[in-house]
């Protein structure tokens, strides 16, 4: 079983930042992506950026040039650095790990972290 740990989330004004952190445990036998969605109420999920093992990364349009995601594959950590935050920022944010295990490609999700831009 895997268990993702997210931490990061909370409160800030428009313009501000958040660290979003995500580890993922447990037996597998390798990653293969870890990425950041986001769904805010009456919004369906979005994915906000992932990134490969090998270090290929995927972000939203609407994040470019404000976030960054990296990654620690030594220890199975996702990092997104979220700058110039805005209201419609506003949402929760699920760790997504997609990894490969006995039976092959798996996909698990954190419990989410909630990130509230507002003045």
């Known amino acids: 079983q895997v268990q993702l740990v997210e931490s990061g989330g909370g409160l800030v004004q428009p313009g501000g930042s958040l660290r979003l952190s995500c580890a993922a445990s447990?037996?597998?036998?390798?990653?293969?992506?870890m990425g950041w969605y986001r769904q805010a109420p009456g919004k369906q999920r979005e994915r906000v950026a992932s990134i490969l093992s090998g270090g290929f990364t995927n972000y939203a349009d609407f994040v470019k040039g404000r976030f960054t995601l990296s990654r620690d594959n030594a220890k199975n950590t996702v990092y997104l650095q979220m700058n110039s935050l805005k209201p419609e920022d506003t949402a929760v944010y699920l760790c997504?790990?997609?990894?490969?295990?006995?039976?092959?490609?798996?996909?698990?999700w954190g419990q989410g972290t909630q990130v509230t831009v507002s003045s």
């Open positions: 447990g037996s597998f036998f390798s990653s293969n992506e």
């Open positions: 997504n790990f997609v990894y490969r295990g006995r039976d092959g490609l798996q996909n698990s």
